[in-house]
């Protein structure tokens, strides 16, 4: 990568585990370890204050889960927060970090571990997803998988790290 190119990547945020986030090292340590950080570690809370950052804003919410990819357990959308609280476009995607896991590893995650639904909103399928590989394979998740599935690591065409 040239001098340039590494500064814009670096504007864009961390773009490997050499100079991520506390919350991106977060997930990265909950993928080896299998193991969510409990809401009491995580500082997490539920206030009930209108407020602009909540786990619903923020980049490792499931939201139709009511789950955190960093987090254990059930989580407020509207109201909960934890020390982890990143927004969307801070630091890497969570599908990048995952691809750090997998390379690391040498492990894809299980089927179980990625959220995967059988029908993603158009636009964030399998098929638009840069992890997909035409026979139904996914770089980061074990299985196969349809052009219409969608899971909760996608990271679009074109964004986040080059793989
Ligand atoms: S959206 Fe599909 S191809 Fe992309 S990471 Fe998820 S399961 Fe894999």
């Not at 340590?29 to 009930?48: C, D, M, Q, S, T």
């Not at 959308?77 to 690391?104: A, C, Q, R, T």
Request: one cysteine or more.
């Amino acid at each position: 990568m040239r001098a340039k190119e590494s500064a814009s990547a670096k504007a864009k945020g961390s773009q490997d585990e050499y100079d991520m986030s506390p919350p991106d090292a977060a997930l990265l340590r909950v993928l080896y370890e299998k193991v969510k950080i409990p809401k009491g570690k995580a500082n997490y809370e539920v206030r009930n204050t209108r407020q602009r950052a909540s786990c619903v804003k923020c980049k490792f919410n499931l939201g139709d889960e009511r789950k955190c990819h960093v987090v254990r357990g059930k989580v407020n959308n509207e109201k909960g927060i934890s020390k982890f609280f990143s927004p969307k476009g801070d630091g890497m995607l969570p599908g990048d970090v995952v691809w750090l896991y997998v390379k690391g590893s040498g492990k894809k995650l299980k089927y179980r571990e990625g959220h995967v639904i059988k029908k993603g909103a158009p636009g964030f399928r399998c098929e638009d997803c840069k992890y997909y590989l035409y026979h139904g394979k996914c770089l980061l998740i074990e299985g196969k998988f349809k052009p219409k599935m969608s899971c909760g690591y996608i990271v679009k065409i074109g964004q986040g790290i080059e793989v």
